[in-house]
T-cell receptor, first 114, second 109 residues
Framework: IAGITQAPTSQILAAGRRMTLRCTQD?????MYWYRQDLGLGLRLIHY???????GKGEVPDGYSVSRANTDDFPLTLASAVPSQTSVYFC?????????????FGQGTRLTVV | GQNIDQPTEMTATEGAIVQINCTYQ??????LFWYQQHAGEAPTFLSY??LDGLEEKGRFSSFLSRSKGYSYLLLKELQMKDSASYLC??????????WGAGTKLIIKP
């Protein structure tokens, strides 16, 4: 079944540890995104990639990095986790950036930093 | 700054009609989306508006007025499975999606 897959689905992480959240899509979408979703706040964009080989910073990029070596994969790395990074993280993809095409979301990664 | 406002929570009765409003102030406008998100799940696409007027899709309709910076999502013949959060999102002048915090809709029998 075509779609977008995230791993892990949930994780408890000690503060200061490094963590990579994985995201893979098989729809050959050009654009991919990482969001965090916190209670009472809208989805906030962390980083995005309009096409393979390019990345950009979103609204809340500090403490996170991404790479886009190929079309399918868009991992998100927390270099040294802090409790404020406790959140639900969603990866999404769309056919092209900023267009009227819908974004497809992964099932989310629930991350708790203790 | 950019801002999207939606009511935090609404309650409606099964079989009834409910209207969820969204007002926005953004740097430019290139379209507006509505997404549905069930608790613990990913958002899923409902509708897209870029021109003024009403877009109808089955039990769901979405309306846009660009001059008023206003949209609403209309849900008819409410079913228990419609209990979810409804997210409004606007594409700004930089073609970035700006998201509202969402409206939690509770359906009662």
């Amino acid at each position: 079944i075509a779609g977008i897959t995230q791993a892990p689905t949930s994780q408890i992480l000690a503060a200061g540890r490094r963590m990579t959240l994985r995201c893979t899509q098989d729809m050959r979408h050009n654009a991919m995104y990482w969001y965090r979703q916190d209670l009472g706040l809208g989805l906030r964009l962390i980083h995005y990639s309009n096409t393979a080989g390019t990345t950009g910073k979103g609204e809340v990029p500090d403490g996170y990095s991404v790479s886009r070596a190929n079309t399918d994969d868009f991992p998100l790395t927390l270099a040294s986790a802090v409790p404020s990074q406790t959140s639900v993280y969603f990866c999404a993809s769309s056919d092209s950036a900023g267009s009227n095409t819908e974004a497809f979301f992964g099932q989310g990664t629930r991350l708790t930093v203790v | 700054g950019q801002n999207i406002d939606q009511p935090t929570e609404m309650t409606a009765t099964e079989g009834a009609i409910v209207q969820i409003n969204c007002t926005y102030q953004t740097s430019g406008f290139n379209g507006l989306f509505w997404y549905q998100q069930h608790a613990g799940e990913a958002p899923t696409f409902l509708s897209y508006n870029v021109l003024d007027g009403l877009e109808e899709k089955g039990r769901f309709s979405s309306f846009l007025s660009r001059s008023k910076g206003y949209s609403y999502l209309l849900l008819k013949e409410l079913q228990m499975k419609d209990s979810a959060s409804y997210l409004c999102a606007v594409i700004d002048s930089n073609y970035q999606l700006i998201w509202g915090a969402g409206t939690k809709l509770i359906i009662k029998p």
